[in-house]
């Protein structure tokens, strides 16, 4: 394994960067931008960039998704990326040669939106799914759907039987919810006698397993955006007529989260890799990836509103924006308990 980004994925990521730098706002309105991720899958493929050519995707691998995500952590970009290239990814690969061809093509070109109904692991428990399965019609509402009431696609575990398949449903009703995170808004969504097509032909631990990685990127952009944003203010800020950055006690904690970054990098580099090369790793490099990540995240944004002040407590800051993403970001497909818990069982403990 070739533990490192080559030039031509650099420079994707600096073209990514600069042009989110100049377009994305975390305030847009609902939490939405849709222009914003019309130009993102048509001129960057953000949707789709390690889907076979032959659905309308780029053909690379998931380390070029993961980068895309990252920086679009990075930008707290009110896109609905996290919901579109997870419900490509679950179609992608466990469903069948039909369902693939029908939605696959328009929600990587951008024209139609996706939704992941699974926040964690227990919205695939049967004694907990919310939504049940007759014939081939689901019923149920699902009270917590990232970007749902923008979701044109919806990709949702339902009770068939004694076990739990994920379904395909383009029928639905979404009912926006407060939410934590303000750039990635929630919905309620309810089906009724919703036709509903099963993804069942693949192994659903593995596309858990690519779903954290990808997750683990998002979280290690907002990471270090935040940890960014700490250091540049503390060279700034003019306290005892010293930069703030001269003390201990602030220099010191952007030390430890450096190392902190540095280490999550590495741990959803490797797992990106990993899942690019189908290897057996990925099995432990994914839930590695996700909790390093996700701890990093949370830790870089508490100590940005620290380090930042009494401005960073405000609302006109966008310091507790990044807060709220990495918390539910942290959140999204289990804990970091639930993540080590997972790593665990597959070590064998």
């Not at 050519?53 to 380390?63: A, D, K, Q, R, Y």
């Not at 970009?77 to 290239?85: D, E, I, L, S």
């Not at 032909?201 to 952009?221: H, K, P, Q, T």
């Given at each position: 394994?070739?533990?490192?980004?080559?030039?031509?994925?650099?420079?994707?990521?600096?073209?990514?960067?600069?042009?989110?730098?100049?377009?994305?706002?975390?305030?847009?309105?609902?939490?939405?931008?849709?222009?914003?991720?019309?130009?993102?899958?048509?001129?960057?493929?953000?949707?789709?960039?390690?889907?076979?050519?032959?659905?309308?995707?780029?053909?690379?691998?998931?380390?070029?998704?993961?980068?895309?995500?990252?920086?679009?952590?990075?930008?707290?970009?009110?896109?609905?990326?996290?919901?579109?290239?997870?419900?490509?990814?679950?179609?992608?690969?466990?469903?069948?040669?039909?369902?693939?061809?029908?939605?696959?093509?328009?929600?990587?070109?951008?024209?139609?939106i996706g939704a992941l109904a699974l926040?964690?692991?227990?919205?695939?428990d049967p004694a907990r799914v919310p939504?049940?399965?007759?014939?081939?019609?689901?019923?149920?509402?699902?009270?917590?759907?990232?970007?749902?009431?923008?979701?044109?696609?919806?990709?949702?575990?339902?009770?068939?039987?004694?076990?739990?398949?994920?379904?395909?449903?383009?029928?639905?009703?979404?009912?926006?919810?407060?939410?934590?995170?303000?750039?990635?808004?929630?919905?309620?969504?309810?089906?009724?006698?919703?036709?509903?097509?099963?993804?069942?032909?693949?192994?659903?631990?593995?596309?858990?397993?690519?779903?954290?990685?990808?997750?683990?990127?998002?979280?290690?952009?907002?990471?270090?955006?935040?940890?960014?944003?700490?250091?540049?203010?503390?060279?700034?800020?003019?306290?005892?007529?010293?930069?703030?950055?001269?003390?201990?006690?602030?220099?010191?904690?952007?030390?430890?989260?450096?190392?902190?970054?540095?280490?999550?990098?590495?741990?959803?580099?490797?797992?990106?890799?990993?899942?690019?090369?189908?290897?057996?790793?990925?099995?432990?490099?994914?839930?590695?990836?996700?909790?390093?990540?996700?701890?990093?995240?949370?830790?870089?944004?508490?100590?940005?509103?620290?380090?930042?002040?009494?401005?960073?407590?405000?609302?006109?800051?966008?310091?507790?924006?990044?807060?709220?993403?990495?918390?539910?970001?942290?959140?999204?497909?289990?804990?970091?308990?639930?993540?080590?818990?997972?790593?665990?069982?597959?070590?064998?403990?």
């Amino acid at each position: 394994m070739d533990f490192a980004y080559d030039a031509e994925q650099d420079q994707f990521r600096a073209s990514i960067r600069s042009f989110l730098a100049d377009h994305a706002d975390p305030r847009a309105a609902d939490g939405h931008d849709g222009l914003l991720w019309q130009r993102l899958c048509t001129d960057f493929g953000a949707a789709g960039l390690h889907a076979p050519e032959e659905h309308g995707g780029g053909g690379f691998t998931p380390v070029e998704t993961a980068l895309v995500l990252e920086e679009l952590g990075r930008a707290l970009a009110p896109v609905p990326a996290w919901g579109t290239v997870a419900a490509a990814e679950a179609v992608l690969r466990l469903g069948g040669a039909d369902v693939r061809k029908e939605v696959l093509p328009p929600l990587l070109a951008g024209e139609r939106i996706g939704a992941l109904a699974l926040v964690t692991e227990a919205d695939l428990d049967p004694a907990r799914v919310p939504v049940r399965a007759d014939g081939e019609t689901l019923t149920g509402t699902v009270p917590v759907v990232p970007n749902g009431h923008v979701a044109d696609v919806l990709v949702v575990p339902a009770l068939v039987g004694d076990r739990v398949v994920l379904h395909v449903v383009t029928e639905f009703e979404a009912e926006r919810q407060d939410s934590l995170d303000l750039t990635r808004p929630v919905a309620a969504v309810r089906l009724t006698d919703a036709p509903g097509t099963p993804l069942d032909e693949g192994d659903l631990d593995r596309l858990l397993d690519v779903l954290r990685v990808l997750l683990a990127a998002d979280l290690l952009g907002t990471a270090g955006a935040c940890l960014g944003a700490a250091v540049a203010y503390a060279h700034t800020r003019v306290q005892f007529n010293r930069p703030i950055g001269s003390f201990q006690a602030v220099k010191h904690r952007c030390a430890e989260l450096a190392v902190e970054l540095d280490a999550a990098r590495a741990a959803v580099m490797f797992a990106a890799l990993a899942a690019a090369e189908d290897s057996p790793e990925l099995a432990t490099a994914a839930p590695v990836a996700k909790f390093q990540a996700a701890d990093t995240a949370v830790a870089c944004a508490a100590a940005s509103i620290q380090i930042h002040g009494g401005i960073g407590f405000t609302r006109e800051h966008d310091a507790h924006l990044f807060y709220r993403r990495a918390l539910t970001g942290a959140a999204l497909l289990g804990s970091s308990a639930r993540q080590r818990e997972v790593l665990a069982s597959r070590l064998g403990f």
